[in-house]
């Protein structure tokens, strides 16, 4: 059995690529140039990675709209066993593209 450990990560960057995700329906796979990765207070940050690496980021087709490569996004995300996902529902001000 896994344990699960409860964390979150504020990140920005740049989307290199979408896709849809291959098994979650209304889900995309976005390919991130990251600038920057925050902790969020009284969560573990378990997303680690240089200033110019790139993340692949399951988030919600709903919350991309047409954001489309070049976009800037703004969000927090957790790493899963399936990797980093985006906050499904998150707050206005946690989530924006620009």
Request: hydrophobic share 40%.
């Amino acid at each position: 059995m896994v344990q699960v450990i409860e964390n979150l990560t504020k990140i920005a960057g740049a989307i290199v690529a979408r896709r849809s995700h291959p098994t979650l329906d209304g889900y995309d796979v976005v390919t991130l140039q990251i600038e920057r990765i925050e902790p969020v207070e009284g969560y573990r940050s378990l997303i680690a990675a240089q200033p110019a690496s790139q993340v692949e980021v399951t988030v919600r087709r709903a919350l991309l709209g047409t954001a489309a490569e070049g976009a800037r996004i703004h969000f927090r995300a957790k790493r899963t066993p399936d990797g980093v996902m985006c906050e499904p529902h998150p707050e206005p001000e946690d989530f924006r593209i620009t």
